[in-house]
């Protein structure tokens, strides 16, 4: 029998946001039915090798810094997938390549912040308080745009599929963060009505007001998603907890719960020793990585229209490959922007080079793209959110339209 410690620890149920309007299910009936724009973010845990994810193939400098694990030019056997003449993607990412074609996939390369951390931990915390440098920040960026925009505070608005609470949704805006929606649930009736009990007779005040709405986002969830779920247009989901995190989101998705905001994560990408090439274990978990969200944006299909995913890494990997024929902890990197209403075929940003007097401290890809500039146009242009807003979302940081990078339409 599943016991009361198991489950609190279980983070089936890692609700640690409060202050849940008692009658928030009538608010996500009432929004059922109604297409909310959709916010979906990716994090890449372990600071990703840009590039050779996102290949500068016309850079010389590129092959001289990485004579065993650089992607070869396009044409080549495990060659670099064309994009414009310049840049390539990886090979195992063809997933992504009808994305690119059909417009709906733009790339901002040597973005990233402008800390000099090589902290994965504090990296990792800037990014997701979008306060690089500020440890005290006590929220993250998303949830700082749900407080801002606080006009439907309903606990199924903010979702992550991971076990844990992101750093980027932590903060009093209502959020949750479950394993999958079948473990949310916990389709043994008699065992949540003696855990429903159990918490109904807690002495802890928060952590009894916190568990009824999630037993009240248990039952909505029970009607919305019950039965086994089939992706649409023949979208095939990669079997890994990533792939299986992202249809979730799907599934969400189209129940209409009233989602506004999802978060995924794709781990283990801190490449030291043997990183690979065309193949290998960094290959295998961009593959894992591009047909996830191409299969995410293919069952979603016209919702598209009303989405942006949008992807991001602590930090890029030193350009010079190490003696281990990996990679070492660096600074300037790639983001993916994938959407109905992005420009694509477009690589953004303004290119630093890759010769050492041109790579940041002598040895990493500079930034030319601070990261807030493409998250505050996500939320201004995508999310609709305006100066003022935008302004609480990004603390100490001038939010400036002047600064976007052109990615979205308005």
Known sequence: MTSRRVFLKSGAMAMVTMGFAPSFLARTAAATGTRKKLLITVFQRGAVDGLNMVVPYG??????????????????????????????????????KPLWDRGDLAIVHASGSHDTTRSHFDAQDYMESATPGVKSTSDGWLNRYLQAKDDERNPLRAVALTQQMPRTLQGVAPALAMGNTADFAVADISARTSFEEIYQAAQDKSLH??????FDAMRTLAKSTSGRYQPANGAVYPRSPFGQALQEIARLAKSDVGLEIAFAESTQWDHHVNQGAGSGQMANRLDDFSRGIAALAQDLGERMADTVILTM???????????????????????????????????????????????????DLAVTTD???????????????????????????????SAFRGILDM
């Open 59 to 96: 850079e010389a400098d590129y092959y001289r810094a990485r004579p065993s694990i650089a992607i070869a030019r396009p044409g080549a056997a495990d060659g670099a997938i064309d994009l414009n003449g310049f840049f390539g993607l990886h090979p195992r990412m063809s997933s992504f």
């Open 209 to 214: 007001g916190t568990a009824g709405e999630a």
């Open 313 to 363: 890494s602590e930090f890029g990997r030193a350009v010079a490959e190490n003696g281990s024929r990996g990679t070492d902890h660096g600074h300037g990197n790639a983001m993916f922007v994938i959407g109905g209403g992005v420009k694509g075929r477009e690589v953004y940003g303004t290119w630093p080079g890759l010769k050492a007097d041109q790579r940041f401290e002598g040895r």
């Open 371 to 401: 990261f807030r500039d493409v998250f505050s146009e996500v939320v201004m242009k995508h999310l609709g959110a305006g100066a003022p807003t935008a302004a609480k979302v990004f603390p100490g940081y001038q939010v400036k339209a």
